[in-house]
């Protein structure tokens, strides 16, 4: 059984920081493309970023570039999401999400995703 699990979210004032992680389990992630999505209440699911394997390739939304931070560590099969100078827009629920390819995750066609985990900031 393939699990993620996301952990980190929570209620921040407007200009505060969070980090997200998430941690996976049931194989092996080392070699697959890691991500996170947010999606708001009557808004469309967002790829905020995505990672490849070897950290090679990094994708930012226009959004939260120069905000957020994504890196991973495959030793630990876990992906970090560090937000910083968060906004009221980035209120959502916050996804994990891997796939083979970084070109798949931002395309919203991966395989396996988190439970969510929900962040709040208030303005």
């Known amino acids: 059984q393939v699990q993620l699990v996301e952990s980190g979210g929570g209620l921040v004032q407007a200009g505060g920081s969070l980090r997200l992680s998430c941690a996976a389990s049931?194989?092996?992630?080392?070699?697959?493309?890691l991500g996170w999505f947010r999606q708001a209440p009557g808004k469309e699911r967002e790829c905020v970023a995505a990672?490849?394997?070897?950290?090679?390739?990094?994708y930012y939304a226009v959004s939260v570039k120069g905000r957020f931070t994504i890196s991973r560590d495959n030793a630990k099969n876990a992906v970090y999401l560090q937000m910083n100078s968060l906004k009221a827009d980035d209120t959502a629920v916050y996804y994990c999400t891997a796939a083979a390819l970084t070109s798949t995750i931002v395309a919203g066609r991966s395989d396996y995703w988190g439970q969510g985990t929900q962040v709040t900031v208030s303005s």
């Open positions: 049931g194989r092996t992630f080392s070699r697959s493309a």
């Open positions: 990672i490849s394997w070897g950290a090679g390739q990094i």
